[in-house]
């Protein structure tokens, strides 16, 4: 199998994988503008918000794959950047395997949950508003644990350096969602229940049809075998996802438990400002993804060859693009009131300072990627796990906070707060490394 052995091809793949997921993004970012006016007609504010709290549980689902599926596009680069293929299989067969280990007691765990729970409770919603709220988070879970194991196709697709087609599988999911939203809009069928089925079994009928694709037509040299399940290779990746596990599971603490506690320490109805606020700067956080993505296993792969070169040149082009980046938000955030008056018209309304305090978050989570991607394809994560000690304070100073003040804002600059001291770490880290003088707490 041919592989990116010069500096102009692997730029070149990243050229064309940027522009590919770029289209893709943008197609998922119109999707995504076109659900929330769609959503909320369906549903009205305050079962939109209980809809949206829930969404944002079932991430903690996603993240449970103990950080197998970067895991997993890590080491996949460098097995094929070293032409073995035998051991990238066993890399794909052994993480399927581990996935499986994991989403089986766990979903026994959460069915249990939701069946013996109170749910109304916990969401804080009003049972004579959501009379079907149980059926619909069971419904839920159980979809979402059957695509979690099948979605680390993805990432097959991204240690191949091929994420554009990775972002295709996520944009047609999310393009069958939106149809079946607006079929069951169009049909008088869009009940609660409905609409959350339709949100959640739209992605594992992408990844049903992806994995015969990727493993019969693409990728037949990696297709998942028992036979080939390695326990060495098992315990390898267990070892290297754990890491990137508590990586992800601080960005969910810290930011996808925001609609869960919003709607426990104010209402249901704040959420939806809230999303509104962050999927509109989204837009530039999924532009920005796009154009980080194809440098993680690019930087593996230059690392690996001892590249330092092409890593400075990448570089200095992502410092430029940062820059832009915070100069287009600005603009946003001086366009926010006509953006939301066309999308949502009277539907929900979301304060300047949200949306003030929710472009300053999203820029500080960019600063803080663009170099985490750099960081991440080197596998320097050590010092990255130790800044995640702020989350460990973020739930009880945003519940001190929220209580103190009863405002909103105050909850969102405690998230910004929490995030700041990451960016400052990661740029001296990397400058450290690429410079060669990392030592101690800054070394790999």
């Known amino acids: 199998m041919k592989w990116l052995k010069t500096n102009s091809e692997r730029t070149a793949m990243i050229r064309k994988n940027v522009a590919v997921s770029f289209v893709l993004k943008m197609v998922a970012a119109v999707i995504t503008l076109?659900?929330?006016?769609l959503t909320l007609t369906c549903l009205g504010e305050y079962k939109n918000g209980v809809w949206l709290t829930i969404s944002s549980m079932l991430v903690w689902i996603d993240q449970m794959d103990i950080g197998l599926g970067n895991g997993l596009r890590n080491r996949l680069a460098i097995c094929v950047a070293h032409d073995d293929m035998l051991e990238a299989r066993r890399t794909v067969s052994s993480t399927m395997a581990m996935l499986v280990c994991i989403i089986v007691p766990?979903?026994?765990?959460l069915v249990a949950l939701v069946l013996t729970t109170d749910?109304?409770?916990?969401?804080?919603?009003?049972p004579l508003l959501v009379p079907d709220l149980r059926t619909a988070l069971l419904a839920a879970v159980i979809l979402v644990c059957m695509t979690f194991?099948?979605?680390?196709?993805?990432?097959v697709y991204m240690g191949m350096q091929l994420p554009a087609v990775s972002n295709l599988i996520i944009v047609t999911g999310q393009a069958i969602a939106l149809a079946a939203t607006w079929l069951?809009?169009?049909?008088?069928?869009?009940?609660?229940?409905?609409?959350?089925?339709?949100?959640?079994?739209?992605?594992?009928?992408?990844?049903?049809l992806a994995y015969p694709l990727t493993f019969g037509i693409k990728y037949p040299k990696l297709r998942p075998a028992l036979s080939m399940v390695n326990l060495r290779v098992a315990l390898s990746m267990g070892n290297i996802g754990l890491r990137f596990f508590w990586l992800q599971m601080a960005s969910v603490i810290q930011f996808m438990t925001a609609s869960i506690l919003i709607s426990k320490f104010f209402t249901p109805e704040m959420v939806t400002p809230y999303t509104i606020a962050y999927r509109y700067f989204s837009l530039v956080l999924v532009a920005f993804t796009v154009i980080c993505m194809p440098f993680w296993n690019a930087t593996t792969d230059a690392y690996a060859r001892g590249d330092m070169a092409w890593?400075?040149?990448?570089?200095?082009?992502?410092?430029?693009?940062?820059?832009l980046f915070g100069a287009?938000?600005?603009?946003?955030?001086?366009?926010?009131?006509?953006?939301?008056?066309?999308?949502?018209?009277?539907k929900s309304h979301v304060p300047f300072a949200m949306t003030v305090m929710m472009a300053v978050y999203v820029f500080l989570l960019i600063a803080s990627t663009r170099y985490s991607y750099f960081l991440n394809g080197i596998g320097a994560l050590?010092?990255?796990?130790?800044?995640?000690?702020?989350?460990?304070?973020f739930i009880p100073l945003a519940w001190y906070v929220s209580q103190l003040t009863h405002n909103i804002i105050s909850f969102m600059i405690v998230m910004c707060a929490c995030i700041a001291p990451s960016v400052v770490v990661n740029k001296i880290q990397f400058s450290k490394i690429l410079s060669g003088n990392a030592n101690g707490i800054w070394k790999i």
Request: charged content about 10%; overall charge positive.
């Open 149 to 155: 194991v099948l979605k680390f196709i993805g990432n």
């Open 34 to 37: 076109i659900m929330v006016p």
């Open 106 to 109: 766990l979903t026994i765990v």
């Open 119 to 126: 749910v109304h409770a916990f969401f804080n919603a009003d």
């Open 184 to 208: 069951l809009l169009e049909n008088g069928a869009a009940t609660f229940i409905n609409v959350v089925i339709a949100n959640t079994a739209a992605p594992l009928a992408v990844y049903l």
């Open 328 to 346: 287009a938000m600005v603009v946003m955030v001086i366009v926010s009131p006509f953006v939301y008056h066309v999308w949502i018209a009277e």
């Open 382 to 393: 050590r010092l990255q796990l130790y800044m995640t000690v702020s989350v460990v304070v």
């Open 311 to 323: 890593i400075r040149s990448a570089n200095r082009r992502m410092t430029a693009i940062t820059m």
